[in-house]
Structures are given as C-alpha cells and as structure tokens.
C-alpha cells in the first residue's frame, strides 16, 4: 500500500499533497516539513530509500523518493511495495506529467540532465542511475524504451522534443494546457495512476488517454469557467507591468501570454 | 430576475479563479496568512451563491487551500452538492475535494450515499470512475456496507477501466466492512483470470495485499497464482505474486519446493532488476522456511549470494541498499555463504552514501565470529576517527557495542582488549552515548571477574584524567563513563595499584562541575574506597596513613555537602559524619576498619532485566486488591496537598536513618533479610542489589569464575587496543603452530596418504585467551519461560482473518437495495457456481490441458483445507519447542476462531488427524495420511516423531514392508529392503516430523503395512541402536481429498445415476449435529455441500476421482448415512469407517 505521496519543491513548498490514511491538516503540514528536511539533506547520487520510522506509520514504512530538477515526489509505502517498482512508478507518473502538460519547462529539464552521458545511441545502461529504470512493468517497459532508446530517445535530446511539434493538435484534441488551472489537473492524473493507495495504472499510454478522454469531457461541457471570466480576471491585476513573465504553477513554469492586447 | 441573472454573472467575472489565487498567494509574500483568510471569506461568500459553476470554482480553490494546510471540513456540505452536480467537470472536482478532506468522522458523509449510488450506476464510464476513485478515500463502514453490493457489481462490468477501479475498491470495503470479504472473493477471484492486464493486476493486488495480514486464508489460491506466475508477462503482477509467495511459503514449506525453480529461471532469465531483485528474496524466504531438516539447497543460495553480490556491486546506490537489504535476510539463517563476502561489506563500510553504511554496518553485526571480532572493531574504531556527522558516528559507536556485546559476549575472546576498545571511545567527542559506554563497563566489570583487576587500573587512569574528560565533553555526555569509573574504583577498590591517588582524584573541587548524579556516585564510592585504604593501611600497621586519608576526607566532603543536588548534599553529609566519627575513634587508636568495610561486604550479582517481571504472580493474591482501604471520596481539595507534603517529609526522612550506628544497622539489616526469606514474594535466588554480610549464605551459590590468564594483566597507562590485535594474532599463531606440530606428528604417524589440509582456522580452533566463564544473568527459579507478545487487538486487518473456502450461507448475502416491489437483482450466492462452469463459457482452449488445471486448481484449494489446520499446529509446536524445550507439546487442534457471520451452535472440540503409530523409551510416533495432490495415486504419510528420552536421536532410518498394491517410494537407486533416511537428529525433548511418500494402486480397500523406525540412541554414557516396529494403517478415508462442491453440480452429480448406493445406521449418538459433521469433515475429509435442520449432503473426491457422497441425518438418538460413491467396495469400506468414528460420538 502506498500510504501517502508528496511533492514538493527545492524550497519544501508543498506541490501536492495526498494522503491515503486521514491526518488532520497541521499533522499533514508537519509531515510534508519533516519529510523535505529528511530528503534535502541528502545528495543526490545516494540511494533513493530512507526509513520512514516515526513518520507515518513506523518502521514497516519506507520513504522512497526521485529529486527532478527543483521537484521532490516522495512516495511513502510500506514493505508490500517492491522499492525498484515504485520508483519506476515515480517515473512513470513524471512522465505521464510531462506528456499531459506538453510545454512543461521544468519537467523537460529532467530529462536533458543527463545529455552528457546519453550518446546519441541512448544506450539505457549508460544513463545514469538517477534516470536507469528498473523496468518494473512491461508496459513501462516499452514506455522507457521510446523514452531512452531508439531515435526518439536522441529527439529527446534535440532542442526542440517531438512533443512541440504536435502540441497544438494536442491540445484540440483536449490535452491539459497551461490555460487549466494545474494543481487540481495533476491531482486528476495521480488518481489515474494510484487509486486509494493502491496501483492502478502503469501503462502511460493507458493513463493519458484517460486523462485526455476527461479532458474532451470537460471542454465539450465548457470548461469551468467562460471565457470572459478570464480576460477579465487578467485586467483586475492592477500592475499590469508586474505581471510576471513566467508563472510558476505547481512549480511548472507556464508561460503568460502578452497581456498588453487586453488592455 | 433577469436582472439578478445579469448581476450574478458579472459578479462571477470578478470572482478569482484558482490560478488567479495561486498568483495571489506568490504576490503576498509577506501577509500570505491575511490574504489568505481574506480570500477564503470571499469564497465563503461564492458558496453562498445559487450558481453550481461558482460553487466548483470556490471548492477548486479550497482544495489548493487544504493542502497548504488550511482546514475546510466546514464546506462539507458545499462539497457534496458539487459533488451531486451533472456536469462531469464540477463532479470532478467536489470528488477530489471530498477525497481529499472526508473523513470517518464527518458528519454529513452520510448523505453522500444515494448520490454514489448513483453515479456508480451512471451510463457515463467517466462518472462513475470518478466515483470510485473519491469514494477509495474517504469509505466509511456505512458506504462500505450500503454500496458493498454495487461495487461488486461493477466488478463485471463491460469496460475495463471500470471493472480495475471497482476491483481495487473492493480492498477499502473490506477492510470497513470485514463482512463482504466472503460474498465479493468468488467474483474477486474470477477477476485474476480477467482478460485486461490491468483488471488483472488490480485482482492480484487486491489478494496479496488480503493474503499479506492473513496469508494462511488464501494458501489454496497458491495454485493459481503459480499459474499466473509461470505464464504471466508483466513485471508489475510478478513482482506482486512473488511477494505474495514470500508471504506464503512460511506457511506451507512445500510451496517453497515447488517455487525454487521458476523463481530460479525467473532470475536468470529477467532483465529487469526489481523483478530479480523480489526473486531473489522470495528464494530467501523460502530458504529460510525450509532450513530445517531438509537437503541442502546451497546451489539456490549460492545463486542468491551471487545475485547479491551483483547488486552491491553496481554503481547505482539503490541497488546497492537493497542488495545489503537482502543479504541480511540471508545473513539470518545462512551466515557462513555471507561471511565469505565480508571484503566486500567491509567496502561498503567507505561508501559515501549514509544509509548504504548503516545497512553494511548492520551486517556486520551478524557477521562477527571470534576470528573476525576484533579486525571488524578495528575496521569500525578508524571509521569512528574519520566519521564525520555525529549521527553516524553515535550509530558507529553503539553498532561497535552491540557487536561486541552480543549474545552474552560470545566473540569476546579477550576481555582486556574490550575493555580498552571502550576506554578509547570516550575519547570521542561530542557522542552522545556515554551512558552505553558506561553500560558496558560496568556490565564488563561486575559479570567478568577475572577482568576487574584490568578495569580498575584503566578506571582510575580514567578518573585521574577526570578533568580533560569533564571539561571538554561536559555537555555531551561523555562524561557518563565517569559515572561508572568511579564505582568500579569504589566496589573493586582491593584492585587498586595506588588508592590514595585515586581517592585524591575523586575528591578534586573540579569534580563538583559534574552533574549531580555522578556526583553522588562519587561521594558514595570515595568512602568505599576510604573503607579499603583503612583496611589496608591498618593491617600493615600504619595508622598515619590511614589518618591522613581520613584528613583529606574531611577537607575536601564539605565541597559535596555544599552541593545544590540533593542526592549529593545528602550522602555527604552522612558520609562526612561517618568519617568524623571514624576520626575520633582513629584517636583513640581503635580499629575501626574491619566495621567500616563491613559496610560494603558481599557480592554484586547481575540480574536478568526481565527477572521481576517474570516471577509468576502466585494463586490467591490479587494485585489489584487494596491493601489499605482507599481514601474515602469526601476527602476535601485542602487535605489532598497536605497528605501529599507529609508523605514527601517522610521519604526525606528516611535515608537520614542511616545515621544509625552500626549495630542497629546489622540489627535491622539481619531482620529484614529474614523477613525477605520469609516473605514468599521476595526473589530469594537473586541476591538484591543491597550489600549483604560478608558471611551471608547465597554468595556460594553464584557461579564463580574460574580464570587462567595466560596474558600479563599489567598495563603501564592507557593501552591501545591495537597492541592487543598484535598480541592476539601473535598468540593465535603460535597456537596454529603448535597445533599443526602435532598434526603434523600425527600424519607421520598415520603415514603420508594426505597432503598438508589447507590453512582453515575454524571458530572452534580459537581458544580464548583468558578461559573466561561469564557470570550469567539471574532469574528467579519459577520463572515463566515465554515472553508473550500478543498481537494488537486493534488491528483493522485482524477483522479480516475469515475463512474464504466454507461455502455460503444465506446470512452473507450483501444487502441489496430494494425497490418495494422490485425483486432483487441478483443474489450474490450465484457467484459460487464451480469455476470449472464459468471457464466453460471461455472460448476454447486446449481442452485437456484446461480441465487439467481446474483440477490441479480445486485439489489445490482442498489441500490447503487439510494442510492449514495441520500446519498451524506445527507451527505452534515449533514455536514452544524453541521457548521450552521440555514442555511437551500438545497435539491437539484448536478450534478455528469463529467464523464472520456463520455463528457456529457450540465451539467444536479439539481434533487431531495424527494417530499414535508406536511408542517406546526413547520415541513416540504419531501419523497422518494425507492423499497427495500431484499424482494420483500417491498418498504422504506425515510421522511425527517426538524424542522423549535424555538420549539425542540419529541416524533414524524408516523401512517398510511394501505390499503388493502399496509400495514405499525411495530415493533413485536404494533397493526394496533399504530403509529411507529420516532427514534430521532429535535431541532430547524435541519433535520433529517427517513425511514419507507411497504409492498405492487400488484405493478401494484399507490397507496394512509393518514397519520399523531404527535410529541411534547416544548420550553421554555411549550410544545404543534401537528399533522401535510399527504398523501403518492406511484407511480408505485416508485417499480422500476434501474437495468442495456446489449444490448444482451436487445434484447433476447424484442425478447420473451410476453411482452404487449403500447406507448404515449408527445409534446412541448425543453429540450434537454441529460438530458430528464436523467430525466427518475432519476425520474423513469430506465437506458439507448443504445442510437444511439436521439433515446433510457432503461431497468429497479420491485421489483418483471417485465420487463420494453422504446424506447425513440426525434422528432423536441416532444417525443414519447413505452413501453413495462410484466404486462399491469402496463406500462399503468408508461408511464403515464412518461409523466407528460416529461409534465414538
């Protein structure tokens, strides 16, 4: 079972927040803050596990964590969770993120860290062991395979990913863009991956197509707001000029239209 | 009205959306908090609106505001009728808000359930999938119960995205309502043969994670996930299997056979580390169950070592941890196949991964012997220097400890060399364990005599260099060790080379700096040490010594007697009375040596920790009892304080008694130890911490120990531990050399056959340097053996232990909702109909190989019926025969715990299947025969053999004379005479059992074969072969498989007609129906198909597929069977088994 799963960023500020036993808020606060000293202090070339102990649920628990860029996701699981499988698991949620939210700077971020290491080949053993997967799933698998071997993996590694290019398609095909509120969207796509703290999907072709089918829902019924809630929205921001460029969303940094035609 | 219209969507224009709150939050840095309670004002404001779009769009927003911690279970209410909108968008959303705040103790979730309920039955799959997913969080006994029957209707559903989140869903309504496990496992179980993967690997989540906290209930789906395990792809269902098996094979050790080559292949065919990874510990946890008695399965290991070794080798850290993770599993049951990795897991010891060390360190624990134990502390003692972090450090310092503390200090072959592996430790800075070192020391000091000589010369050295101890490391606890420095100098004082330095040191003014508890450890044991000086100084006739120390008492006490510590001020204060008085009785030039260190006479005994707690409370006296009458309740608030202050005076009074002279002390001290020999609760055979008189009995009972030092205990100053390394290798080699010298002698003598063996140094080859006998732990003599452990009753997964094999009854059905004129649905008892139909329906396979597996299936099922019970009770035998080794084990069956929602007429009486084979002076044996579930025409004869004489058992051999149609299977090659090896010793005490295949031809008839147990009997006087001759008796019960039958099939079965029919009648018969079916289950391996009042049908099937069935009926005093079975000579046989065994009832 896993008992909790927690993201958030370098600066512990909490990105998402899904307990799967009932803590009340401030104890939830205190274990998000608890679990951040926990993984800050570690560096990242050492091993993704830690000893959950007093945390949540004693020593039958694990921590078991992957460090992307500026996002921790810390899964906590006791021992009926086989480790290597969870962080494919991780893997496998990013990625879903990634292909959901297809202009995503920071998660691309990820996968460019190793470009050094990754010929153009994209031979898996020579990734590092940070983005190595486990192959928990067959399934996985072959995501990974598209990922880290083969052309596309050097398309990855282009300046520009295959994804942009068909970005627009996407999105008229109802794929999340950064005009969706996003915290409430990355909820959507974990609990088409885990389901009352208990694996339910590892295929992310399986996982996006859900997710990109409730999206044509909600677009065929309109959205949860008209559109003139937002253009107006955007002229009640008084400081036109200080509107940032970028805004960090759920620590997905999403780019904000020129405003200046509105006004 | 319009006009309303128009102002609400203007208002709604202005309203923040959840990004505009977000962007809010990052623009107000500074008064986050304020704006924060300004903007959930205005969303209290939102959900006061009509508009359900407004309402979702505050609810979104208050999602994000619960996880920045804020609480919002007051917008309960508002979240549902989101919740209850028709657009999938704003449903959404109430669901993720109720996942993420409801609760078991919200109060309105009660009235969620229709609107669920209707969502789980909406024709849209996203509907309802939302559903699923809000209602898996926040399930409450109530929704488990009222939708339990919806759910599990969804199970079937058409689209598989539905059926896998109904599936998953099924574990959280178990777990709330433990009463649906029965009703929903049929169709859970059909789900593991889904054809979506997903749906699939749903199921077999589901069940492992039921199979987890309750693995003996689902032993029988063994065969089928075995099934899924060989022919399933995906890595994520293995992996999940084979843990499941891990969780299994405890349970039933010939799974764990079973397992050990697919799990084998698995690992050397996988490319995918996690699934070898859970190979590999699978392979583990089914060597560890098979460990005793079995053929060795070192090539598995081996494998497992291997694979390890490969994962701790790879650069990934991950893979790393686990493999150390593994290898301690190992580590447990196979040390040797680890200990030769030691190079290895001493390099992990450098790795600059934190937990990667703790995890080698761990290791190591297990992995010192007496050769290795003082490499490994030298190993860890420079890691300790180079330790960076106090964390891991401390953990180094107490690992070192623990290695070294071990069993009773079983790898500790030199005492002094330990002891200045401690002292070198509290050299260490900044630990916060002084107090463990402290343990040790004293612990070291008290239990090995033959040390103390060593540790008081090291303690004073300590206490002499007291002020750079203290001062330096005050605040960090180091300082503790000195706490044990000074009562090893004061109890042992005799030791001491130079006391009057040591006494000087003890009395420095620096002193008074350390805190108080160790200051009144020092007080008290500078007058035991005065005491010792006086006495040696007065027998060498040199009372000017003896006055000065008394001088330098009287000096430096006041130091103490100004102390702010109570404790301190206070034994001051008597101890300087003493000596004053000492002083005057000094002047007059009487002897007062001999009555000041009478004071202190007598031995310390260690004591057990647990010994109190184990002494047995004796018959009739009750703990709880007052012993005074308790304080009546019109006690007024103002006496309470008063009674309280007055109790305080008292206890201040008391120790002011021991200014009492010394002869009403003895006085005292005399009565109180005849009251304690008097008082029955007193723990006579532990000898209290209190002194005692020299001359007091008991003394002589404590084991003393014996030393022989062949190592010179004079130590100039501190001495490093590593002199004792060189030393010990240096002895260790001279004793090699002699020992080869004498071989040598020996293989000249013996000729020259063998070449030089090679250089080995076995554990046992080490003799200790000092022949060091530790005084062992004390316990009161009637002392309870086991340490209980119950399990916490509190346990939510102990609600589902249930029994998933019984058939249903009609009480389990899960409540249906009705329409008043509606019929039901669907029962649920339809589930039940024969797995074998169902799979009917599937497109067609290779049908033989199909009915093949059924089978294989259902004898699978039926065997873990049998095997359960039987095992169980092994398992407890086990278990008591580890804790005492005396205690006989009972043979009995328990009762199964109650089953959920069948309450049972009366509780059943103990049963055994095991039956008394042959009995002598030396061995009992008891049998069962259990008809095999491979092959059909294989029974194992279970022989429990139970040694209870004072001889250990070997060499036991088992022959048999095989008969025409029964022939006993011996291992390749062995002929018709030889016997079959029993494949373990007894010592005395214990029991064991072994099994034994045969194979039988005809099952229709009982049959008889003569046998013989030889084995050899040794104990100290020599040892005896002895023959103990036997009969086993195979009944025609005995090839039955309790097999499970619908009634359908019951009755199909009954229906053609080709069965021969025969009946008997048995009567006086008083027991009750209950359990005289029970006993028919049990004895004779049937299972009740139906039973209406007293009347029953039982079904069960040979091994080699004959049809048995019983009709059962109960009259006033007797019972009549009719039977009816494809084979006459067969039932004629059975019934008549049957009715001896209801000739008994």
Redesign the interface.
Known sequence: ?IQAILVFNNHGK?R???F?Q?F???I??QIVRETFHLVLKR?D???????GGSLIGGSDYKLIYRHYATLYFVFCVDS?E????I??LIQVFVETLDKCFENVCELDLIFHMDKDRVDRAGCVTQLS?RS?S????????RGFARMYTGSVCSHRLCPQPPLCHCWKERRAAGCLTWED????PV??IL?EVV?????????MN?IVA?IE??NR??KS?????AA???A??AV??INLPEIPRN???GDLNIKVPNLSQFV | MALRMVKGSIDRMFDKNLQDLVRGIRNHKEDEAKYISQCIDEIKQELKQDSIAVKANAVCKLTYLQMLGYDISWAAFNIIEVMSASKFTFKRIGYLAASQCFHEGTDVIMLTTNQIRKDLSSPSQHDTGVALTGLSCFVTPDLARDLANDIMTLMSHTKPYIRKKAVLIMYKVFLKHPESLRPAFPRLKEKLEDPDPGVQSAAVNVICELARRNPKNYLSLAPLFFKLMTSSTNNWVLIKIIKLFGALTPLEPRLGKKLIEPLTNLIHSTSAMSLLYECVNTVIAVLISLSSGMPNHSASIQLCVQKLRILIEDSDQNLKYLGLLAMSKILKTHPKSVQSHKDLILQCLDDKDESIRLRALDLLYGMVSKKSLMEIVKKLMAHVDKAEGTTYRDELLTKIIDICSQSNYQHITNFEWYISILVELTRLEGTRHGHLIAAQMLDVAIRVKAIRKFAVAQMSVLLDSAPLVASSTQRNGICEVLYAAAWICGEFSEHLQEPQRTLEAMLRPKVTTLPGHIQAVYVQNVLKLYASILQQEEQAGQPEAAQQATQLLLERLPQFVQSADLEVQERASCILQLVKHVQKLQAKAVPVAEELSALFAGELNPVAPKAQKKVPVPEGLDLDAWINEPPSDSDSEDERPKAMFHEEEQRHAKPRQAEVDEEELARRREARRQEQASNPFYIKSSPSPHKRYQDAPGVEHIPVVQIDLSVPLKVPGLPLSEQYVKLEEERRHRQKLEKDKRKKRKKEKRGRRRHGSLPTESDEDIAPAQQVDIVTEEMPENALPSDEDDKDPNDPYRALDIDLDKPLADSEKLPVLKHRNAQAPKPPEKEDVPVVEKKSKKPKKKEKTHKERSRKREEGRKKSTQKKKKHKKEKEERGKDKKSKKRRPEREEATEPVQNGAPQEEPLPPMSSYCPLAENAYVKMTYDVQGSLQEDSQVTVSVILENHSRSLLKNMELSVLDSLNTKMARPEGSSVHDGVPVPFQLPPGVSNEAQFVFSVQSIVMAQKLKGTLSFIAKDEDGATQEKLDFKLHFSCSSYLLTTPCCSDAFAKLLESGDLSVSSIKVDGISMSFQNLLARICFHHHFSVVERVDSCASMYSRSIQGHHVCLLVKKGESSVSVDGKCSDATMLGNLLEEVKGTLAQC
Do not use: W
Not at chain 1, 45 to 51: D, S, T, V
């Open positions: 079972m909490p998402l927040v899904r799967y009932r009340p808020e401030e939830q606060q560096d070339n050492i091993c993704n596990f830690l000893e009926s086989s480790e290597l499988g962080l494919d062991p190595c486990y192959k928990a799933a067959g399934t996985l698998r509120p996003v915290v409430s909820h959507y609990q389901m009352g703290g208990m694996v339910l999907e590892t295929n399986e859900q089918a409730q829902l909600e019924e309109g959205g949860l707001s003139p809630a937002r107006v929205s009640k921001n805004i960090n969303l």
